[in-house]
């Protein structure tokens, strides 16, 4: 088992900045690639950004250039730096983990509002 636990959250005016947490624990060992997801009202939930054991990164195309993942291995927790915001970007956004074992685990969202 992984468990999951996004912060940072809140609201900003567009041209703003927000970094979000996700904090892991459990069964970290099995994790092979780290991505946070995002959630429109009245819209399916989309891929942001993935992070791999080895370090690679993707990034949606509308993220580009503003968004950033990295992460602390000592604190077991990835970042997501989002700059540049627009209000195009309000969402729910998500943490998951994926398994070796093709498992996936979720965070419970944290709420990120772009005003004009």
């Known amino acids: 088992q992984v468990q999951l636990v996004e912060s940072g959250g809140g609201s900003v005016q567009a041209g703003g900045s927000l970094r979000l947490s996700c904090a892991t624990s459990?069964?970290?060992?099995?994790?092979?690639?780290m991505a946070w997801y995002r959630q429109a009202p009245g819209k399916q939930r989309e891929m942001v950004a993935t992070?791999?054991?080895?370090?690679?990164?993707t990034y949606q195309d509308s993220v580009k250039g503003r968004f950033t993942l990295s992460s602390d291995n000592a604190k077991n927790t990835v970042y997501v730096q989002m700059n540049s915001l627009k209000p195009e970007d309000t969402a729910v956004y998500y943490c998951?983990?994926?398994?070796?074992?093709?498992?996936?685990?979720w965070g419970q969202g944290t709420q990120v509002t772009v005003s004009s």
């Open positions: 459990g069964s970290i060992s099995t994790i092979n690639t």
């Open positions: 998951a983990a994926f398994t070796w074992a093709r498992n996936v685990y």
């Open positions: 992070l791999t054991n080895g370090g690679s990164t």
